[in-house]
DNA sequence: CTGAAAGCGCTTACAG
DNA sequence: CTGAAAGCGCTTACAG
């Protein structure tokens, strides 16, 4: 690679040395702010750092302390608006914790994130958080787990692997989400959207489940409509269930973008939801609130969980961690219109 | 910071070495795909390698070579689809050039992106491509420029730096937008959204002011409803354009998210898009086609524009670049049903 | 085709 | 409180 054009060698800590008429080792120790230097000395240092432009050299510090401060930030998916809102919650906590981060995003690539998990590895990134690619298995992570590179699992969990995972509490969340559906009156309710091999999705599902049964209200697989995880996805699935013998009075979808989806398509065919149907969604993304109508959903509080991610990772690379943890974060219910519940009286939903 | 639990010295070429009977140089040699080495040669040193769990140190070899494949990748806004699009973009990008990102997203905070600069030249980015921060100074900028850093800029223009820049062409894409409304019989139509303060706005608004001169239609400051570029802003404009003396017939908006808000707000006051109003973004945004009713936008080729920031970068980076480049990609019209072409009878729309 | 040597820019005991 | 020395893991002319 050239050098950067016009540009000689640059100033390193010697030529402040010299400059200042001091040793590198004073140089270098009013770098880091040692209180072993005499102000007068460390002034004199600092205006030679400042006359001569000098700009510090991390990769040669890193190389010498044996440890960097970078860390790998592997998003399984960053168009994906739950994602991205992820990648700022754990972008934000790196920078706070004095980190920088290294993004790669697989795209739901499984060989993309072996080959991206090799190459943070060589670049001596201080660890890893990562969204796994879907079909992601704890075999393919072992090479890397633990003892080679601290590494925390997030939003997804990878079955089998003794990875730290942080992630929402899917399964209360969901209860939560249905039970306030059956308050409203619903009893005929469908979940929408996401595949059983994933692992969030039997999370979420079962948190239906719970619920429905508490309530003794059917919960066969004939109410659940698989698809992809997307507002196509969502399109899908209720259009599926509208073709079913017996129509669900309500949804609740895998996440905010199946809901969303869900909701065009409804509206599309008349339906309109928050008034003929319910629809709830999961994760809270920016865009709910802005649905027309607004989405109910579960906050999965996103950026937190992100930002969590980073501290259980860092507690990893201090080796101040108790080793393996898993953060199952609390979710919280945002009631808005899609559900029916501002406007709509129970009475009138019972009998639907 | 404590070394990774239970591991020793890591293993480095010249354990390579006498492990494979030959000198570092050789290793080095090999792991460069040299054809100096003789095949025996480099199988050898391969199998210990192999054997041995070697992984290359990059941030040594970065210190040896004076380089590093780092570029960094500043992003404005990363909640926002538009940039986190932008973002997916250039990360492939950069990778396919055999580089590794590292990202910050500054959330239009000028000072965070200052202090992010400064880490980066700290860290020896080979280079930096960023969307700058609203209010971004070419004076701001200024210190990093151009010799210390190859630098690119894309999708919001700084006045008054020469740094090489890699945006959509604004003024035309809007232009034939607001040609394709007035084909359809719309005569009062307004701008939603951004402000004035913003190249793109104002870029987009000369788009707009064109195509209404052309047609010899109406096209003062009254018909320019300001907002923040959100789903929000776009309600707050629509809503004060409701307001006025001559409701507009159509409406061009600053981008996606403003004219999605805008659309829903139109809903909820049972106004249809797409019969009793049109309404166009700019950006198609993943959510674009997904909005109810799929909503009319210019296709800014967000993806391809950042893999081709990341291009220039690299020209630059190389020394092979023409030093300065602007770069105005070209858009595409993409009609939906937010404009009401495809369903709505020219004339119905002439007597609105 | 391969090896010995120098050096990239730092940090860190160790002396003094 | 400050300096001299060693060394982190590579690459790259230069010899041979």
Same sequence: chains 1, 2.
Avoid at 38 to 57: C, H, M, P, S
Avoid at 68 to 95: K, Q, R, W
Avoid at 237 to 247: F, G, I, P, Q, T
Avoid at 281 to 286: K, S, T
Wanted: charged share 20%.
């Amino acid at each position: 690679m050239a050098e950067p054009r016009g540009s000689r060698r640059p100033t390193t800590i010697v030529d402040i040395a010299r400059a200042a008429g001091v040793s590198k080792s004073t140089v270098s120790l009013v770098l880091k702010a040692s209180p072993l230097i005499k102000a007068e000395t460390r002034e004199r240092v600092e205006r030679a750092i400042e006359q001569l432009g000098y700009v510090y050299n991390r990769g040669a510090a890193s190389l010498r302390t044996a440890s960097t401060s970078f860390v790998g930030m592997i998003i399984s998916d960053l168009m994906n608006p739950f994602f991205a809102e992820l990648a700022v919650g754990i972008e934000d906590a790196i920078y706070k914790l004095g980190y920088v981060p290294i993004l790669a995003n697989t795209n739901e690539d499984a060989e993309r994130q072996a080959n991206v998990l090799k190459t943070m590895r060589e670049y001596g990134v201080a660890g890893i958080i990562m969204s796994p690619a879907r079909g992601t298995t704890a075999w393919s992570l072992a090479e890397f787990a633990g003892v080679t590179m601290p590494m925390v699992i997030t939003m997804r969990r990878v079955e089998g692997s003794e990875l730290s995972y942080v992630g929402p509490d899917n399964r209360s969340g969901a209860r939560e989400a249905v039970e306030h559906l059956i308050r409203l009156g619903h009893r005929d309710i469908a979940f929408l959207g996401g595949f059983a091999t994933m692992t969030t999705q039997r999370e979420r599902i079962s948190g239906y489940r719970d619920a429905m049964a508490h309530a003794g209200l059917r919960h066969d697989d004939e109410l659940v409509f698989e698809s992809m995880p997307t507002r196509a996805g969502g399109r899908e699935a209720v259009e599926a269930s509208l073709k079913s013998a017996r129509r669900p009075t309500a949804y609740i979808c895998y996440n905010d973008i199946v809901a969303i989806g869900a909701s065009h398509a409804l509206a599309e065919r008349g339906i309109v939801v928050g008034k003929d149907v319910g629809v709830v969604g999961f994760d809270d993304i920016a865009e709910a609130q802005h649905n027309a109508p607004p989405l109910t959903t579960v906050d999965a509080h996103t950026k937190a969980l992100g930002a969590y991610a980073a501290n259980v990772l860092m507690a990893q690379i201090n080796g101040t961690s108790p080793g393996f943890v898993e953060y199952f974060g609390s979710t919280k219910l945002v009631i808005r219109q899609s559900c029916g519940a501002s406007h709509v009286p129970v009475r009138e939903r019972i009998s639907a």
